[in-house]
């Protein structure tokens, strides 16, 4: 609890610890108080309206601010409520303390226990909080039992904001000196959790977008966004421009209706292959403006109850501007932020998981240094999941085990179990993919030795053996992971549980052939969201590995390889196109001008 709460729960009000029990006295007078004073008046004066109500006595001229709105509390429906005032206002109430009952003497002496002048008063508040409402049964407000922890996928607000992280880093003056001046001009329907507005945005009227809750089923909310007539005429001119493949038709459109998401989210694709990467997250933070401002009231970004169907397309801009948001704060330095990101992606829709976060989360824990964390999603998640047989899984979480046992402030039985547990999953991981162990070490510049790279187990063989869905996999996360791998300590670490493998196969170990067998069943084709992942990231080595029949698909960055089960909620209507109706003349210079129509 906040010093200010403290005050005001013992009765005082800042400024007024230096001041006497009788100075600045203050007095709220009704109108016959007031005809008898007559010109003896103090300098409180005589509160306007008043009549009916007793005087207070005050001892701090600025409590007059907020002191009717602790006297509209004395009334309730015509009649004067049962709780208490602050001291410094009841001592004043000569009325209210005639009539006083034994159960208000009772608050009073507990309040005047539990609140001393010393300090440490502080320390106590909890349990005295307790002691008042146990009287009138409100639920205590200590500490939750140990077995009501967070969920796992619970976002906390102050965590979406990259300047909570960037503070962190660099201090408030540095982060929030530039901001300041520009938020007093800025004015805004209202207060955004994702993004903070900018004065240089257009002005926001509503774009024709909302959300309505489609059912409330074992604890889950189901959601759905909505486009009215106006959006929907919008959407079919943003298709009709993406067509045209020209950028300058989105801009055109974006004139007129400046928060249509898919034209924001198309045209910073636009500005990021043109290396303008500050216009393009520009774009993407207005487009999860106007996406938050149609939130329906129950729709919550931090409960992990709340469910998005990415079969929608409507939903689906949520799902791409969370992500493309995500990933600029990941290059912008901001992993604890990206990974709240990848939190609130992942809680949208975790059975079916549409865009894969859980290929990305693990990489975004180990940058944020959040080690418990993936820990702890592991160990909830691996029996109804199997992460373990997902390549990045299997290797980062030993490696947070290992970087657990590094830290100085555990004690020694932690340090040590943790180290144990990041050797034996460690060994798993090199059994079950041993393909994976030769491109690290390349990655990271690291030579290894004759033994093993001359080894069959871990040889060249081992590589081109896999399976191309989990070939596939394994690039996925050594191109975005493999920089975690280059400590020294890290690699010493390796290679003394490669050594310990080699051991275990050379023995005969029965899971080495069990794990081979695994990957001959599991990884024979990878599903469309770990496709949509791939494209989504662009990395260059797991692009590569695509299949043909997904390259030679043509990709939009608005909905990258939509669900082939959608449900859709309005149809596009046909219109006849000049290349499939027109001749050969037409078909010439339609090849020449894109824009070209015969539509007179």
């Not at 990259?162 to 929030?176: H, I, M, N, Q, S």
């Not at 004065?199 to 486009?227: D, I, N, V």
């Not at 695509?546 to 449900?567: E, N, R, W």
Request: glycine share 6%; net charge negative; proline share 7%.
């Amino acid at each position: 609890m906040s010093r200010r709460a403290l005050r005001r729960l013992r009765g005082e009000q800042r400024g007024q610890e230096p001041l006497g029990p009788d100075a600045l006295q203050f007095a709220l007078l009704d109108d016959d108080d007031a005809e008898e004073e007559g010109p003896k008046q103090g300098l409180g004066g005589r509160r306007p309206g008043g009549a009916g109500k007793e005087g207070v006595r005050v001892n701090n001229r600025f409590e007059l601010i907020n002191i009717e709105d602790l006297e509209d509390d004395l009334v309730v429906n015509g009649e004067k409520s049962d709780c208490t005032l602050p001291d410094s206002v009841s001592s004043g109430n000569k009325g209210r303390a005639q009539r006083g009952n034994s159960e208000t003497k009772q608050d009073g002496d507990v309040a005047k226990a539990g609140f001393p002048e010393q300090e440490n008063g502080l320390e106590d508040i909890d349990r005295i909080l307790e002691r008042i409402e146990d009287s009138s049964g409100v639920i205590h407000p200590g500490p939750p039992p140990l077995n009501s922890r967070k969920h796992v996928l619970y976002v906390e607000h102050r965590h979406l904001n990259p300047d909570t992280e960037l503070k962190r880093y660099f201090g408030a003056r540095a982060v929030l000196g530039e901001q300041r001046p520009r938020q007093r001009q800025r004015v805004y329907p209202k207060c955004t959790w994702l993004t903070t507005p900018k004065s240089t945005w257009p002005r926001y009227s509503k774009p024709g977008l909302s959300m309505r809750l489609l059912e409330s089923k074992k604890g889950l909310s189901f959601f759905a966004f909505e486009h009215n007539e106006e959006y929907q005429q919008a959407q079919h001119k943003f298709l009709v421009a993406v067509e045209s493949m020209e950028p300058n038709n989105i801009v055109v459109l974006l004139q007129t209706s400046p928060y249509h998401v898919d034209s924001l989210l198309q045209l910073s694709d636009a500005c990021r292959f043109q290396e303008d990467q500050e216009m393009a997250r520009d774009l993407i933070e207005r487009a999860l403006y106007s996406m938050e401002c149609a939130f329906h009231p129950l729709f919550s970004l931090t409960s992990g109850t709340c469910r998005l169907d990415y079969r929608r397309p409507e939903n689906r801009s949520f799902y791409l501007a969370l992500y493309k948001q995500m990933s600029f704060l990941e290059k912008r330095g901001c992993p604890r932020t990206a990974l709240e990101y990848c939190k609130l992606i992942l809680s949208l829709e975790p059975d079916e998981d549409p865009l894969c976060m859980l290929l990305l989360i693990d990489h975004l824990a180990l940058r944020a240094r959040n080690y418990e964390y993936l820990i702890r999603l592991f160990q909830e998640w691996e029996a109804h999941r199997n992460l373990s047989q997902l390549p990045n899984f299997a290797f980062s979480v030993p490696l947070a085990y290992f970087l657990l046992s590094q830290q100085t402030d555990l004690p020694e039985h932690e340090l040590a179990s943790a180290r144990q547990q990041a050797s034996l999953l460690i060994q798993q991981a090199l059994t079950m993919f041993p393909g994976a162990l030769m491109p690290l070490l390349e990655y990271c510049s690291v030579r290894p030795d004759a033994t093993v790279s001359d080894h069959r187990f871990f040889g060249p063989d081992a590589e081109i053996s896999q399976p191309p869905a989990l070939s596939q996999l394994v690039s996925l996360y050594l191109g975005r992971s493999h920089f975690l791998w280059k400590e020294p300590a890290i690699m010493s670490w390796l290679e003394e549980n490669v050594r310990e493998v080699l051991q275990a196969v050379d023995a005969g170990d029965p899971a080495v052939e069990a794990c081979e067998n695994r990957r001959k069943v599991l990884y024979q084709r990878a599903p469309r969201n770990i496709h949509r992942h791939v494209i989504l990231s662009e990395i260059k080595e797991a692009v590569a590995a695509l299949p043909s029949d997904v390259t030679t698909q043509s990709v939009m960055g608005f909905d990258p390889l939509p669900p082939l089960d959608t449900i859709y909620s309005y149809v596009r209507p046909e219109r006849l196109s000049p290349v499939s109706h027109g001749n050969t003349i037409a078909l010439f210079f339609r090849s020449l001008l894109p824009n070209y129509t015969t539509e007179l």
